[in-house]
């Protein structure tokens, strides 16, 4: 079945800390490859995304994503979290034939211990 | 506007009613696309506009549901006899035009409660 896969529903980290977020897809062509990020009570906030090209993106508020061709991964990191990281990740696809449609992860919540 | 509008941000309704929520994209986007998202589950679409047609409506899981754009600008998501299971955040977003390779905005959602 064609998917996009967060295995982490649940990360904790130190604030300080690196942080790096899963992300798989099962798609057999390389799609358009989004990370949005969502607060409580806020609607979702493109962090970074991936069309072609240099396969290390950056993104807003420090984070960067490194897209893997061969393990079809597309996964965030952040070298050093702050507390204000704390919210729920998404991981997001368009397969490039669906006219923008979005397949999403399950979505990584994350907590930032002080 | 300066982003995407959805009202009311939240909704509670009793089984078997009729609700309409709204979106307000942002202006002079001609692709809006609606989604579900269920508690601790990722958005998961519903469907698209092109302007003022329905070019992927694939999404819906039923025929309770019903989205119309009129105007190619507000649209609105239709459901009738409203279920338990329909309660969720109903997301809407926007883009310049629904390539693929552009940006979706979203707005807040609306947290539709059945009871």
């Known amino acids: 079945a064609q998917s996009v896969t967060q295995p982490d529903i649940h990360i904790t980290v130190s604030e300080g800390a690196s942080l790096e977020l899963r992300c798989n897809y099962s798609?057999?062509?390389?799609?358009?490859l989004f990370w949005y990020v969502q607060s409580p009570g806020q609607g979702l906030q493109l962090l970074l995304k991936y069309f072609s090209g240099d396969t290390l993106v950056q993104g807003i508020k420090g984070f960067e994503a490194e897209f893997k061709r061969s393990q079809s991964s597309f996964n965030l990191r952040k070298p050093s979290v702050h507390w204000s990281d704390a919210a729920e990740y998404f991981c997001a696809v368009d397969r490039g034939s669906t006219l923008g449609r979005l397949y999403f992860g399950r979505g990584t919540q994350l907590t930032v211990w002080p | 506007g300066a982003g995407v509008s959805q009202t009311p941000s939240n909704k509670v309704t009793e089984k078997g009613k009729y609700v309409e929520l709204r979106c307000d994209p942002i202006s002079g986007h001609t692709a809006l696309y609606w989604y579900r998202q269920s508690l601790g589950q990722g958005p998961e679409f519903l469907i698209y506009?092109?302007?003022?047609?329905?070019?992927?409506d694939s999404g819906l899981p039923n025929d309770r549901f019903f989205a119309v754009r009129p105007e190619g600008s507000v649209s609105t998501l239709k459901i009738q006899r409203t279920e338990r299971g329909d309660s969720a955040v109903y997301l809407c977003a926007s883009s310049v035009s629904g390539t693929g390779n552009t940006e979706a905005f979203f707005g807040q959602g609306t947290r539709l409660t059945v009871v």
């Open positions: 798609y057999g062509a390389t799609p358009y």
């Open positions: 506009f092109q302007g003022t047609g329905a070019a992927d």
